[in-house]
Nanobody
Framework: QVQLVESGGGLVQAGGSLRLSCAASGRTFSSYTMAWFRQAPGKEREFVAAQKWSVVHTYYADSVKGRFTISRDNAKNTAYLQMNSLKPEDTAVYYC???????????????????WGQGTQVTVSS
């Protein structure tokens, strides 16, 4: 069982930056694929970024590529999402999620992941 707790959300002006953190419990954190999804009001949850245990394999949604960076510190059992050049359309609840190292489901699908945090609100004002 893995428990995930996000933090770091808040209100920021367009063009600003935020760093989200996701603290994970469990001894096998380093083996998990970690990802971030987001859900805006009235919209479906969407993929943002994912990173496999090897760190080499990192994936981003086109809408955040070049602006967001996913990373992890296995010694601290923590994943991060650095968000730069934020836009009003980035406003959403951001969820941290963890899944197995290998899966038949694509990394951009929610079904790929077994554990979810409670979410943290990010609001970008124009």
């Amino acid at each position: 069982q893995v428990q995930l707790v996000e933090s770091g959300g808040g209100l920021v002006q367009a063009g600003g930056s935020l760093r989200l953190s996701c603290a994970a419990s469990g001894r096998t954190f380093s083996s998990y694929t970690m990802a971030w999804f987001r859900q805006a009001p009235g919209k479906e949850r969407e993929f943002v970024a994912a990173q496999k245990w090897s760190v080499v394999h990192t994936y981003y949604a086109d809408s955040v590529k070049g602006r967001f960076t996913i990373s992890r510190d296995n010694a601290k059992n923590t994943a991060y999402l650095q968000m730069n050049s934020l836009k009003p359309e980035d406003t959403a609840v951001y969820y941290c999620t963890a899944g197995p190292a290998y899966s038949s489901n694509y990394y951009w699908t929610a079904a790929r992941y077994d554990y979810w945090g409670q979410g943290t609100q990010v609001t970008v004002s124009s």
